[in-house]
C-alpha cells in the first residue's frame, strides 16, 4: 500500500488507475480506525477495482470548544490495518496540503446542513462538505463509501453531490455495532466503563422507541420518554431524539414507513449519536 501525502504524488497513482480502466473507490475517515471503518473498506473492495482511504483529521468540521486537539490518532497502526485490508493507496495530507494559506472557499447545504446536529455544532456541516467535495476533487472515485451511524452527514454528502453534479456513486454502509450494542465510534474511546455501561441506554432506547412507534404508540409521548430515560441513566445532555424523514430529515409528527429516528446526547464530555430504520 502507497502512503501518500502530496496532492501531486496523489494524481499521479489515481491518473494511472484510471488509464489501466479500473475503477477507484473513496474510503473518507478521520483514523482511529475501527471494526465499522474496516467495513467501509471491505465494502469499498467488493465495489471497485482500487481503494484509496483518506485519513484527515479535517480542521473546518470542529467548533472552537470541540475535541479537535484531543481526537484519537492512531497512524501507524491505521496504515497497517489498511494494508492488510488490500487498500490500494493511503491518502494522509497535511492540513496545509488541503488548505493552504489563503484558502477561502466553503460548501454549505442548506437546511439538510442547519437541522439536528447542524444546530448543535453550527458550521460542522459546512466543514464536513468542503472537504468531501475537495476529496472527491483530488481523488476522482468512481464511487465513495460513508457509514450510515452519521445518517445526517450521509444525506448531506448525497444531496451535495447531486446539487454540484459530482459524477460519484455514493453508498452508506450499514452501523457495525459492538456485541453490547453500542455503535462503533472512534469517541468511545473517551468513555470510562462506567460511562460505557450507560451509554448502552442510548441503542436500547431508539430500539425501543422504533419497536413503540411501528406498533402505534403516540410518537411525542415516546421520544420524551425515551430523553427521559437517556437523562436518568447518566447522559447528561439529550442534544436531540427525534423521529424523521429518512431523506430530508424534516420532523414526522406520525409513523411513516419513510421514518428514521435519530439521537444525539452527551455523556460527560463525549457526545454519542446513533440512529435506526422505523
Ligand atoms: O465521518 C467522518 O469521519 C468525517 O466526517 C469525514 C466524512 C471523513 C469528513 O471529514
Redesign the pocket.
Known amino acids: 500500500m502507497q502512503i501518500i501525502r502530496q496532492l501531486s504524488a496523489l494524481r499521479e497513482r489515481t491518473k494511472l488507475i484510471r488509464e489501466s480502466g479500473r475503477t477507484l473507490a473513496l474510503v ?3 483514523g482511529a480506525l475501527h471494526a465499522g471503518h474496516m467495513s467501509l473498506v471491505e465494502l469499498a473492495r467488493r465495489q471497485a477495482d482500487d481503494v484509496i482511504v ?1 485519513i ?1 483529521v ?1 480542521p473546518k ?1 470542529f467548533g472552537p470548544n470541540e475535541d479537535l486537539d484531543k481526537y484519537p490518532r492512531s497512524e501507524e497502526a491505521d496504515a497497517a490495518r489498511l494494508a492488510e485490508a488490500g487498500v490500494t493507496a493511503l491518502w494522509m495530507p497535511s492540513v496545509s496540503e488541503v488548505y493552504p494559506d489563503g484558502f477561502a472557499t466553503s460548501v454549505k447545504v442548506a437546511n439538510l446542513g442547519e437541522l439536528w446536529c447542524g444546530a448543535a455544532r453550527p458550521g460542522h456541516f459546512e ?2 462538505a468542503t ?2 467535495a475537495k ?1 472527491f476533487n483530488q481523488v476522482r472515485p468512481d464511487i465513495a463509501v ?2 450510515e451511524k ?1 445518517w445526517q ?1 450521509l444525506a448531506i ?1 448525497r444531496r451535495m453531490a447531486r446539487d454540484l453534479d459530482l459524477d460519484v456513486e455514493i453508498i452508506g454502509m450499514p452501523i457495525v455495532r459492538d456485541t453490547d450494542g453500542l455503535a462503533l465510534s472512534s469517541r468511545n474511546a473517551y468513555l470510562s466503563s462506567a460511562d460505557r455501561q450507560a451509554a448502552l441506554t442510548l441503542p436500547r432506547a431508539l430500539n425501543d422507541a422504533a419497536r413503540d412507534i411501528g406498533n402505534g404508540a403516540d410518537v411525542e409521548a415516546t421520544l420524551a420518554d425515551a430523553k427521559a430515560r437517556l437523562l436518568a441513566a447518566g447522559f447528561t445532555q439529550v442534544d436531540y431524539f427525534a423521529l424523521v424523514d429518512a431523506a430530508t430529515l424534516e420532523p414526522l409528527a406520525t409513523h411513516d414507513r419513510t421514518g428514521r429516528l435519530l439521537a444525539a446526547a452527551r455523556i460527560g464530555a463525549t457526545r454519542l449519536i446513533d440512529n435506526i430504520a422505523l
Request: hydrophobic share 45%; aromatic share 12%; proline share 6%.
Open positions: 473518507p475517515t478521520m483518506s484527515f479535517n468540521q466543514g464536513v472537504v468531501v476529496l460513508f457509514g452519521d452527514q454528502i
